[in-house]
Every structure is written in C-alpha cells, then in structure tokens.
T-cell receptor
Framework: AQTVTQSQPEMSVQEAETVTLSCTYD???????LFWYKQPPSRQMILVIR??????QNATENRFSVNFQKAAKSFSLKISDSQLGDTAMYFC???????????FGEGTQLTVNP | GAGVSQSPSNKVTEKGKDVELRCDPI?????LYWYRQSLGQGLEFLIY????????KSGLPSDRFSAERTGGSVSTLTIQRTQQEDSAVYLC????????????FGPGTRLTVT
C-alpha cells in the first residue's frame, strides 16, 4: 500500500519570505504522480502543483516549486515570496495512475504572518 | 464554467438518522470521487465512479455507507443510522476522464452527528 507522510503539522513564515514544506512517500511503483493541494478555511481543495515521477525536471508554478527526489521518495514544496493568501492547510498527495484515488498526507498548516 | 458543487454545505443530524449528501460534478466530467476528511483519520478515499463502469467501493467504511450516481452526473452519498464517528467533512471531486490524473474538488459538506 502507498503511504504519504508530512512530518510538519504546523509551520509559519513571514510575508515575502520563503518556506519549504516536506513530504515523503512510500511506494513500489515506478510511475506515479505527486501533488500538492492547498485547502484554505473555505474548505475548497485547490491544486497547487503536480509532478510526474518519470520527469526528472522539478515542476514549477509561479512562486511554487518542488524538489522531487525519486530515490529518496521525497517531494517538498517551496513557496517563494510568501503572501498572506498562502495561509492554508497544504496536503501532499499521491496516485499511481490516472483515474485512481488520491492518497493524502496528514497535512501541514501554514500561516503567513504580516 | 461552474466548478464542483456540493449540498448541503453543513448538516447537523441526530445519531441514528439517515443523511444524504449531494455532489454535482463539473459538466462533462466522467469520473467522480468521494473522500472523507476527519480529525482522526485525515483524508480518506470512499468511492469512485467512472462512466458506466461498476464503482470502486473499496473505501466505504461500513455497509451503512452507500453511493449512487444517476445518469453519469449527480452523485448522492447516503449514510444510514449515523454515528458520532461519521462526523467529518465529505469532499467530492470530479475528473474529465479516467485517463486524467487531475481531480477538481467541491467545497465539501460538513456533517455533524449529535
């Protein structure tokens, strides 16, 4: 069974600074997909960034980037120039093929302070 | 276009009562997922519908839980004889096809069993 672990229940960062959220996972699959989702207080889960395991290049989306280390089964999220609107719960998620269920980590509550 | 919608937004029910939760996926999306988000269990997969195929019910926690999807669109999650441990946020997500790995989430229904 696949598992996803986020070891940081809470983190905080000052506005405009950079923060990194950690995620590790366990799988015997070679091809899979990894995601970071953001859940603000509105409860709406929003996809932040995705990474295909077969791609060596780390994904980036504006201020968000990942550090994907396949051998180490690590998938961290870096948020640059943090904004107050980034305050949310962040979930790391895994799926091993398109159309399959997502397996989520426990989540990291990020607070951006003014 | 419109996103995934769920109703009701919040539901309070007495222990032992039955409840129905509704999900309207994005128009044209053939895949539909239900997840449960609770304090003790995190985010768990419940059930997956894909087109006219038999649903994947492997995540349903007990036979008190059931779901249907009518006409390949709207889905209803039914919980019979609710228990306090059923209190959670129930999230619905849809995906364009079975070959798409991106899931679009609704705002969820917060269920409180008293």
């Amino acid at each position: 069974a696949q598992t996803v672990t986020q070891s940081q229940p809470e983190m905080s960062v000052q506005e405009a600074e950079t923060v990194t959220l950690s995620c590790t996972y366990d799988t015997s699959e070679n091809n899979y997909y990894l995601f970071w989702y953001k859940q603000p207080p509105s409860r709406q889960m929003i996809l932040v960034i995705r990474q295909e395991a077969y791609k060596q290049q780390n994904a980036t989306e504006n201020r968000f980037s990942v550090n994907f280390q396949k051998a180490a089964k690590s998938f961290s999220l870096k948020i640059s120039d943090s904004q107050l609107g980034d305050t949310a719960m962040y979930f790391c998620a895994f799926t091993w093929f398109a159309g399959s269920r997502l397996t989520f980590g426990e989540g990291t509550q990020l607070t951006v302070n003014p | 276009g419109a996103g995934v919608s769920q109703s009701p937004s919040n539901k309070v029910t007495e222990k032992g009562k039955d409840v129905e939760l509704r999900c309207d996926p994005i128009s044209g999306h053939t895949a539909l997922y239900w997840y449960r988000q609770s304090l003790g269990q995190g985010l768990e997969f419940l059930i997956y519908f894909q087109g006219n195929s038999a649903p994947d019910k492997s995540g349903l926690p007990s036979d008190r839980f059931s779901a249907e999807r009518t006409g390949g669109s709207v889905s209803t999650l039914t919980i019979q004889r609710t228990q306090q441990e059923d209190s959670a946020v129930y999230l619905c997500a849809s995906s364009p096809t079975f070959s798409s790995y991106e899931q679009y989430f609704g705002p969820g229904t917060r269920l409180t069993v008293t």
